[in-house]
């Protein structure tokens, strides 16, 4: 695993041990190791460097003493600054948006996701671009346009023409997803979509709550998951949609959530939403008010959620929804609840289903419960339990004598 020295300057932070923690989180989630960390106090970044002279030779001299060839600030920085810092340290440098955009990049299986992620990364290129050289100097001026100036325009134009061909290849693929979404909608089911902080164990509740082979994938790093799984989730008669969708982090990167907004879309589009908390984490209520917060960002304040306290199994807790979707603890709990919550109103009819409508049985036997009493000459007496919808589709048909 390539070795890192973690570097910050610390302006006002609330809880420092927090936020390194999760860098460090991130380093390993990109295959990085941080062996070192390096901490400025300040109240400004420097103009050049971010660090102060003092704290940059510091960091300079670790990574000699290391044989370390690689910083990752926990800042986000200009391009000119990263620059500066990768010329004078003699060493790879990047800011945190880098960072987790490398690490999407390493997650994104699907098509639609992998130009999420280049568009996110061109459009954070193209906002820091200035009018720079191979060296990182200005040149030229008003009335004579230099050659580091010619350079960027270059660069931008390129970068803008490949966004455009991204956004047109996505909008490709966001239509058939609506396609899709739009059959979804048909089948009446409800839709339930998993939020929470990246690595709270919503990949594993997911793959808890199917049940069957049809699992995706689970590991114990940041943004494990950054496409979209979904999955029929069925129970005592009733069913749902369940989405798992990407794990959030605190200040998720804007160009992060502009380019995944399609995929976030799940999460707006949900009946109901279910915020999986890391109960065993130390920062668990920090960790809450951030998924919260992007929540807001993304235009979802506004969603029924419930919030769920996984991993119960390696700490005592006194949260009523507390669970384990690696043990299967409380899960079936969940469950009902989920679908109590989903489909409040029930209710229920008896009569005769004709033989020409016996179809219907096939198609409302996952979202109610049908019982057949006896065999009638004009059709099978049944029993119907279910969400008010249904009942009215059997209705419509059913025969009472």
Do not use: W
């Not at 990768?86 to 960072?99: P, Q």
């Not at 130009?115 to 459009?123: D, K, P, T, Y």
């Not at 199994?313 to 899960?331: E, F, Q, R, W």
């Not at 198609?363 to 009493?373: C, N, P």
């Amino acid at each position: 695993m390539e070795k890192a020295i973690l570097a910050y300057v610390d302006i006002d932070t609330i809880d420092l041990q927090n936020k390194i923690a999760e860098g460090i989180a991130l380093a390993y989630s990109s295959g990085v190791e941080v062996v070192k960390t390096v901490v400025q106090k300040a109240n400004s970044f420097h103009p050049q460097y971010a660090f102060r002279k003092g704290k940059l030779d510091q960091l300079k001299e670790l990574l000699s003493s290391e044989d370390i060839n690689k910083v990752i600030f926990l800042n986000n920085l200009r391009i000119d600054t990263l620059n500066n810092l990768c010329e004078y340290l003699d060493a790879d440098v990047i800011d945190r948006t880098t960072l987790i955009l490398d690490i999407f990049a390493l997650r994104a299986k699907t098509k639609q996701a992998r130009i999420q992620v280049e568009m996110a990364r061109l459009n954070y290129d193209l906002a820091n671009i200035g009018d720079i050289d191979n060296e990182g100097h200005k040149r030229g001026n008003a009335l004579n346009r230099g050659a580091g100036e010619m350079r960027s325009s270059i660069i931008r134009s390129n970068k803008r023409k490949r966004i455009a061909y991204l956004k047109r290849e996505l909008m490709k693929i966001e239509n058939d997803r609506h396609t899709q979404a739009k059959k979804r909608n048909a089948s009446d089911l409800k839709k339930v979509a998993l939020v929470g902080y990246t690595n709270a164990g919503k990949s594993t509740l997911l793959n808890a709550l199917v049940k069957d082979d049809k699992k995706v994938l689970s590991e114990d790093m940041l943004f494990a998951t950054v496409d979209t799984d979904i999955r029929r989730i069925d129970h005592k008669g009733k069913a749902f949609l369940l989405f798992d969708t990407v794990g959030f982090v605190s200040d998720l990167p804007h160009t992060l959530i502009e380019a995944f907004r399609s995929t976030l879309a799940a999460v707006k589009e949900a009946d109901l939403l279910i915020n999986i908390i890391d109960a065993s984490h130390k920062e668990a209520i920090y960790q809450k008010e951030v998924t919260y917060k992007v929540l807001q960002d993304i235009g979802a304040k506004g969603i029924p959620i419930i919030d769920v306290y996984n991993k119960a199994d390696l700490v005592d807790t006194t949260n009523h929804l507390a669970i384990s979707a690696k043990n299967g603890y409380g899960i079936d709990s969940l469950l009902d609840l989920l679908t109590d919550t989903l489909y409040p109103d029930e209710k229920s009819t008896a009569g005769i289903l004709p033989y020409d409508r016996l179809f219907y049985i096939d198609r409302y036997q996952k979202m109610a419960l049908i019982r057949k009493i006896v065999d009638e000459e004009k059709g099978v007496m049944i029993e119907v339990s279910g969400p008010k919808e249904v009942i009215k589709a059997f209705e419509r048909v059913l025969i009472y004598d």
